[in-house]
């Protein structure tokens, strides 16, 4: 079983959409949970970081973690279609150390 | 952001040659740099950790022979791939920290597709 589920998808949806993303997670030990945007051939850049479970909301971004489920969400509302790209989970037990990414979903948002 | 590069973007070579990846930390002192690799549809894996001055950790099943990782500076780590056969055809790509506490200070380089015919 890997570490870190995420659907790949693809995932298409029309512009305006609400999107939702999500992974699961087998390592308790994981306190620090990420959501990065990765354009074709590009490095990741961060969208959302948070360490604790609840939600925190950033924008047209809203990242949520249930560490008690095991499961994490980002929510895209509004979506417009340069929203398209491969989004990432990641976490980790220890700050920047030892990142554990998902495959990554691919998202279209549709004009 | 802070700003992270790295090159070439793109390389193809030869089976059998050795290939460098350069990865810069343009405006901040990058106390650790990670190395990652992607295969196509695939999750970014942690290949090894470098910090300044130090050896590299390699996580398990990473060749630290054929990944060698110099870390000589605060703003440059460069990733070698020696003797790169077709199987080392992946997606490099470098992060770098100045604080390895907190992931909100780790920044990615826009990746290195390496292609080994």
């Known amino acids: 079983q890997k570490e870190v589920e995420q659907d790949p998808g693809p995932l298409s949806v029309p512009e305006g959409a609400i999107v939702s993303l999500n992974c699961t997670y087998s390592?308790?030990?994981?306190?620090?949970f990420m959501w990065y945007r990765q354009y074709s051939r590009k490095g990741p850049e961060l969208l959302m970081y948070?360490?604790?479970?609840g939600n925190k909301e950033d924008g047209r971004f809203t990242a949520q973690v249930d560490k008690s489920s095991k499961y994490i969400s980002l929510f895209i509302r509004d979506s417009q279609p340069s929203d398209s790209a491969t989004y990432l989970c990641?976490?980790?037990?220890?700050?920047?150390?030892?990142?554990?990414f998902g495959q990554g979903t691919r998202l279209t948002i549709n004009p | 952001g802070a700003v992270v590069s790295q090159h070439p973007s793109r390389v193809i070579c030869k089976s059998g040659t050795s290939v460098k990846i350069e990865c810069r930390s343009l405006?901040?002192?990058?106390?650790?740099m990670f190395w990652y690799r992607q295969f196509p549809k695939q999750s970014l894996m942690l290949m090894a950790t470098?910090?300044?001055?130090?050896?590299?950790?390699?996580e398990q099943g990473v060749e630290k022979d054929k990944f060698l990782i110099n870390h000589a500076s605060l703003t440059l780590s460069t990733l070698t791939v020696t003797s790169a056969h077709p199987e080392d055809s992946s997606f490099y790509i470098c992060?770098?920290?100045?604080?390895?506490?907190?992931?909100?200070?780790?920044?990615f380089g826009s990746g290195t597709q390496l292609s080994v015919l």
């Open positions: 992060s770098a920290t100045i604080d390895s506490a907190t992931n909100e200070k780790l920044f």
């Open positions: 390592n308790s030990a994981f306190q620090y």
């Open positions: 948070t360490y604790s479970s």
């Open positions: 990641a976490m980790s037990a220890q700050g920047a150390q030892k990142l554990v």
């Open positions: 405006d901040f002192q990058a106390t650790t």
């Open positions: 470098s910090n300044e001055g130090s050896k590299a950790t390699y």
